[in-house]
């Protein structure tokens, strides 16, 4: 496992110096998923939300998130995204949604975080637009789906 950057001598948190590190194109990949009741699903498909279009708000809600994601999480760097996508798909087998974003940049540091930030907060924005009829969804699986680019290279989660 290697060390953790982040950290300075003394434990102390730190942001990483990235500025002797060569721009190169980057990309990750991460997804999640929210479960909810049957009729819960039912009624986002069929757009009949009090709120209103669940889908088109939590795909926008990700997208903004994902571009302030160096405000959410205190070490990260500021990035200039060069591409932000979120979607989102009914599951019948969960019952739910699975949200799947993709970040792409040309930076000295990985965008990772700002695809993870994208499902986190789509999934949480789809928890806030249907829970008046279902506050038993849950939030599950975020997580890194795969990355490329940067000294790293590229990383593929096994599924499991």
Known sequence: ??????????????????????ET??????????????????????????????????????????????ELIPLCHPLPLSQITVEIA???ALP??????????????????EALTAVSVACLTIYDMLKAVDRGMRIERIGLVEKSGGASGDWRRERG
């Open 25 to 70: 194109k980057r990309a990750a990949k991460a997804e999640g998923a929210v479960v909810m009741a049957r009729e819960t699903l039912r009624l986002a498909l069929a757009g009949e939300a009090k709120k209103g279009d669940v889908f088109g708000v939590a795909r926008i809600a990700g997208i903004m998130a994902a571009k302030r994601a160096h």
């Open 90 to 92: 009914p599951d019948e």
């Open 1 to 22: 496992m290697a060390a953790l950057t982040h950290l300075g001598p003394s434990g102390e948190a730190h942001m990483v110096d990235v500025s002797g590190k060569a």
């Open 96 to 113: 739910g949604l699975r949200v799947v974003a993709q970040a792409g940049v040309s930076a000295k540091t990985g965008v990772e975080m």
